[in-house]
């Protein structure tokens, strides 16, 4: 079925019921929490216990990954008592991947019994006020492909699923944005916390100075190349999601600046803040299901 660049390829039941069962036949373990980790952000599994790690090609269906920064691994673990899954790399619509392959891992999640989705990215700041090293919390997403006919829900809807018409005003969990807030201001990261609007753009390049102006008219604080069809495939299918965003550089909105963008400073800043950013995850999951339900 994954076939690498046919944009059209769409999975079956049968497919995500095949990954899920022999998930759940090698690994015990049955997560409540997923976390995808954006480029670098891989050890943002280190705080999970008991972990046992799966290559993605070694799992039936899932694509792997190509990207510098993505390891291409499923980590089970567990949190205090909250079993959850990592996946050390996740997949974007730039490799040729088809959205239906990129979102594939969530409905796993879903049919594997998990109920919140924490999502993590690398972004450039459209927003002047930001700054490199700057933690975003995602309050709500641009899907800029989707306006150009590159979703993940096209084509069929399966009811098992969520419905045709899903509702998106309020993707992200304002509980789990407040309790990541709260969270951010005990860790002693408020100094360096924002609230913003995400856009997605379907990458491989980074954005013209025209483009990025054009966003920032549009009302996005900052861009990156993933996420958003993850979440809205996660939202279709009734997961609380919370998405957060390390904001790696300032895009160019001035034709006088000299500054050029490339991955490997978007590796090196996501480094910089892995730490910290593992430590907000691990207490997001250790206190998300007891402050928010
Ligand atoms: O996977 P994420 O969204 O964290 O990665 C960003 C977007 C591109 O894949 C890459 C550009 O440096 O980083």
Request: charged share 20%.
């Amino acid at each position: 079925m994954h076939t690498k660049g046919s944009p059209s390829c769409c999975c079956s039941f049968e497919d995500y019921n095949l990954t899920t069962e022999w998930l759940l036949n090698h690994t015990s373990q049955r997560p409540k929490v997923a976390v995808i980790c954006g480029s670098g952000l891989g050890l943002l599994a280190d705080g999970a216990a008991n972990k046992q790690t799966f290559r993605y090609q070694d799992i039936p269906n899932f694509p792997v990954s190509t990207v510098a920064g993505h390891e291409g691994c499923l980590v089970f673990g567990t949190i205090e008592d909250t079993s959850c899954v990592f996946m050390q790399g996740h997949f974007h619509l730039y490799e040729g991947y088809s959205l239906c392959q990129v979102t594939f891992p969530v409905r796993i999640f879903k049919l594997m019994g998990v109920e919140t989705v924490l999502v993590t990215n690398a972004s450039g700041a459209i927003c002047p006020d930001y700054k490199v090293g700057d933690i975003m919390i995602i309050k709500d997403h641009i899907n800029l492909p989707g306006f150009a006919g590159q979703h993940p829900l096209f084509g069929p809807n399966d009811e098992r699923f969520g419905t045709r018409f899903p509702c998106m005003s309020d993707a992200y969990s304002k509980d789990l944005r407040r309790l990541a807030g709260q969270i951010c201001s005990e860790l002693g990261c408020s100094g360096f916390l924002r609230e913003g609007v995400y856009c997605m753009v379907s990458g491989p390049n980074f954005e013209t100075i025209a483009e990025a102006r054009m966003l920032q008219v549009l009302g996005c604080d900052s861009v990156g190349m993933s996420t958003v069809p993850e979440v809205t495939v996660a939202k279709h299918c009734g997961l609380r999601v919370l998405g957060l965003s390390l904001i790696t550089n300032m895009v160019s909105l001035d034709y006088s600046r000299e500054e050029k963008v490339n991955h490997d400073e978007v590796l090196q800043i996501m480094k910089m803040r892995a730490e910290v950013l593992q430590r907000v995850v691990t207490e997001l999951i250790s206190r998300c299901s007891i402050n928010t339900h």
